[in-house]
């Protein structure tokens, strides 16, 4: 009897442990700043749906694109409905939380999720495909059409620390501008480009949200315009 009660007692202790681990996003909610959006107090809304990816990336692996020395890489997103706002957050590492039925994740994630101890400084940007507004555009034009920039954002004080302390994971806010079509929200292809702040590697898990006051049903993410498609013509 002794020695289940200290099996219990052990179990109860391994269990607190862990979930004193546990990583927990705060409800991702909308720009309070705003004014089209009601306020309660300093509480955001949650937003209505929050689509989420689950990447890695190997120590050393080549970015999608150099840009003043920093390795960039870039998430393709598809909107095919139009939203008043959309948020995107970065964290990493990703210790605890894992995908679920709806989640995308990344070929990389499974070789790579077991990796607790890599991570970097997140610094995410939004940018719209110019002209891309169909599916069959998509392939044709992806690799050679004009990105233009919806914002970006390097650190949060909302997000989880990382291990090294500082709170540097990152969270964008964008409201749709409908008289400017460099700053609407319109139906199309958007990319989250990511790398870390400073010149350094990005390496490590990582965890992305995308989340929108309306449904989005549709979305699609991947980290390449062939696995988009791809993708897009299962859902169908
Ligand atoms: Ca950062």
């Known amino acids: 009897m002794k020695n289940i009660a200290r099996i219990v007692a052990l179990m109860l202790v391994v269990a607190f442990c862990f979930n004193a681990n546990a990583q927990k996003l705060k409800k991702f909610g909308m720009d309070f700043k705003k004014k089209h959006y009601p306020v309660i107090g300093d509480v955001r809304i949650p937003y209505t749906d929050v689509i989420d990816y689950f990447g890695y990336v190997k120590p050393g692996e080549p970015g999608d694109e150099t840009k003043n020395g920093k390795k960039y890489y870039y998430l393709y997103v598809w909107i095919p409905v139009v939203a008043p706002e959309i948020g995107i957050r970065m964290v990493s590492p990703v210790t605890s939380l894992t995908p679920g039925k709806a989640s995308f994740v990344s070929p990389a994630w499974e070789g790579g999720k077991a990796d607790k101890k890599n991570f970097f400084d997140t610094w995410i940007s939004f940018e719209r495909a110019e002209g891309i507004f169909k599916k069959e555009d998509i392939l044709a034009k992806g690799k050679s059409c004009n990105w233009n920039s919806y914002g970006q954002n390097d650190d949060s004080s909302e997000l989880p620390k990382q291990p090294s302390g500082n709170k540097y994971n990152s969270v964008l806010?964008?409201?749709?501008?409908?008289?400017?079509?460099?700053?609407?929200?319109?139906?199309?292809?958007?990319?989250?480009?990511?790398?870390?702040?400073?010149?350094?590697?990005?390496?490590?898990?990582?965890?992305?949200?995308?989340?929108?006051?309306?449904?989005?049903?549709?979305?699609?993410?991947?980290?390449?315009?062939?696995?988009?498609?791809?993708?897009?013509?299962?859902?169908?």
């Open 173 to 236: 806010r964008i409201t749709s501008e409908i008289s400017n079509p460099l700053k609407a929200l319109v139906v199309g292809l958007y990319r989250i480009g990511f790398t870390t702040y400073k010149v350094g590697e990005v390496q490590g898990s990582f965890y992305a949200q995308v989340g929108a006051p309306v449904k989005l049903p549709g979305v699609v993410i991947a980290k390449d315009l062939e696995s988009l498609v791809k993708m897009m013509d299962q859902k169908k």
